[in-house]
């Protein structure tokens, strides 16, 4: 067993990034050195004898304890984007507008043997974001903080997937069409209708083929002792379109 | 560039393995010794001059060409399972109830540094499924037929994620427990309530946590020049349950 | 029992207004006086010997053998506006659009103690309605051809409810407006997002209280002898715009 | 104009029954007999000086004001409900499980020139729903205190329409069918699948036709600045099935 890891007690967990010296928990001290010998699902006491499950680390888990500077997406969409794109988890992926850095952390995840660039302009929410990546240890992306619609100016046909959250979408798309790779995706995500119109209208315009406009919802069920019924935690929250480079 | 590429032409698709020899297409032969120089984007011509456009590869785009043994699972919902169980692409999977073999492709393309071990009772199903696993060009897939119930008796705790698309996915919740690592999950898909609940009992029974029932719909929304308005292709395919290891 | 009734035989069904003369059915001829001594429930025999059941006369079973000139409204989208306007049955109704006339026979109908207007500009259309109304065999519809923007400049203050399914729906709304009792409401039915939005805010501008947009889904549900699923007919109709004068 | 009629200010609104005598508000005394000459739109003063609108009174906008003993069903299922079953308004209607009293509340009121029969066997449910009904001043309604498998004994084959929002559903189909008039709809409410599902085999065995299971969704949309969206404010209410006996 190799870090990273997690241990786990109830609603608290802790990611190890290294098996050495000490992790101070409110429930007592734990010597990391013990983790070299155990696998996964064995325990670890704390000097108090309280027990601490230990888990692989999987970056998702840490995404719900993100910083939050705006609404974030949700991983129905996420799967979405994944699935109708069919994102092979080698690629390069822009991500523009990173916000809480949702997107650009959920895509480096899946996307493990690839690459992101996400690109931010207010400073305030890349530090945001920043935070966020490191608390994850995601090291598959790249922050970049400017206005994308100048960034871009220097990059290279070299992009499989371009993912925008961020207000003005539409003047991007022309350039987004230009560093796409043949084959590769424009995913656009926006909560408003007569924005996601714009988008659709623009894509149809710049020359992306297969464009389609989509929301993705999840209902949930409850099976109780009286009965199953369904309910929402959520409803709506951003539309997707998606078109492709042909 | 190397393969394997698509040659594409409006709706006609070929897949080309190697860089050598001929392709037969009915707009005339294409020396595919021809591709050996050529990038993406670019195009090859048949000896009648019809020009094909030269593709990436990707292999969802083969899943379309699916010969269906039943009704198969859509990319909402597999988009579901790879984002809420935070799949890794080098993960361990165990797909039972091959069917189509639908839900063993697509996770052997998102989990592509990975392997998935797919089980299927009814051979002829399994046949349909092998030629689509090849034509799809996938070959982290290992197949096995027969009862999985039985199959599953020399498996080890190995599995990373565990899908069940089958009759008997009740009975064989305990063993995927017993097979599954610690922080795996397993997912059952099944289009009936009354079935769902049964699982997600069993479930809880057994021990998973974080046991969640679900479904996922896809709205569509046309933007005709009249107005933008919501339709749906398909409304309802299957609930998910899903429950984690800890 | 007094006419009108109904006279069934599976599919088969007959609307007979007077007890006097024959009907000739294609499983023979029925004499009409003998009516006048059964009851609901009870059967009348054709001269061949087959059996027809007797039952009460509700126009809606009439409606759907309405002849169609546009997409008509469905009954979910007549119950919401019913419901949520809280029509009282001996109301005067405005309805504008007459189209096929499936508005007007519902609004008829469930409002039988008062009266409909219903107004249409395009003559053919108005005569296809006009059929309709007297296969329902439905009496207290009042229809007027011609443009209701012109039309209605006779109209006093006086109703109760209008409805408006027409393409110049935002012209009409400060008329509508003008024309509606206190306490009345204004219900806008259209299939497009941006025409309700044009139509949501003329309503708040020109005075509306409680504006309100929203659809009306209606989820069918299978229980076969494998389960129960859920699934639809049909999704997206139209979006309804509610207002109230007070 | 003759009473009653409704006095409001902003969201303050009473209901007066006769024009005589005063009415002691929190914004001073409203002399009644003024409303004699008045008419709907008009205001009347307090001695204060300040002003009431006078509306017509209408039942449903009481119905909010309900003291509630359980959750009630809402607009959006009251209207399917009207709309599918074809309620003529002078029908004679049975709702067992009187509950807060809104399905018999809102049936009086659509059913104006008709009657309500509602029966309950909990005393204090009884109780809650009849202060409703004196509230909202309908007078169709007739209320039994008692279990409705017994108190039906004594009904006859009278009822147009029959609607169940109780635990014993299904016990007390058969005599549903028994005492509904033919052409008439038996509607269950309930809030779960399994409920549901048992309920529909059992009146498709006592002999109803057309038997359906469904359920109505209200899907709201906001329309601000930065554009439109939709959002729910309540998902899931309950199931309906509906049959009728032919």
Redesign the interface.
């Known amino acids: 067993m190799k870090p990273p890891v ?1 241990l ?1 007690r109830g609603k608290h967990t802790f990611l190890i990034e290294k098996f050495e010296g000490t992790l101070h928990t409110h429930d007592g001290i734990i010597n990391l050195e013990e983790l070299k010998n155990k696998r ?2 064995d325990e670890v006491e704390t000097h108090l004898g309280v027990k601490y ?4 680390y ?4 840490f995404f719900k304890h993100f910083k939050r500077s705006a609404t974030p997406i949700m ?2 969409d ?7 794109t ?5 690629s390069l992926i822009l991500d523009a507008g990173t916000g809480t850095g949702m997107i650009a952390a ?1 895509m480096a ?5 690839g690459e992101v660039v996400t690109v931010e302009k207010r400073k305030e929410f890349a530090k945001i974001a920043r935070d966020n990546f490191k608390l994850a240890g995601l090291k598959n992306i790249h922050q970049v903080v400017g206005d994308v619609l100048f960034v871009a100016e220097g990059f290279k046909r070299e992009f499989d997937l371009i993912i925008l959250d961020m207000k003005d979408d539409v003047k991007f798309i022309p350039k987004a069409y230009e560093i796409l ?3 590769g995706h424009l995913v656009v995500y926006n ?7 714009a988008v ?2 623009k894509m149809i315009k710049v020359g992306f083929r297969n464009v ?12 109780k002792r ?7 935690r959520v ?2 929250t951003g ?1 997707l379109v998606m078109g492709r480079k ?1």
Chains 1, 2, 3, 4 share one sequence.
Do not use: C, M, Q
Not at 58 to 61: F, G, K, L, S
Not at 78 to 84: E, F, L, Q, S
């Open positions: 997690i786990a996964f699902g499950k230990i888990l692989p999987r970056a998702v888990d991983p129905k996420i799967g979405a984007i994944i699935a109708y069919g994102l092979s988890p080698d959920y995840y899946f996307n493990k043997y790779n043949y084959g909560p408003y209708i007569e924005a996601t119109r659709y209208e389609e406009s989509f929301e993705i919802l999840k209902i949930d069920y409850e099976h009286v009965g199953t019924r369904p309910f929402t409803w709506h539309f042909i």
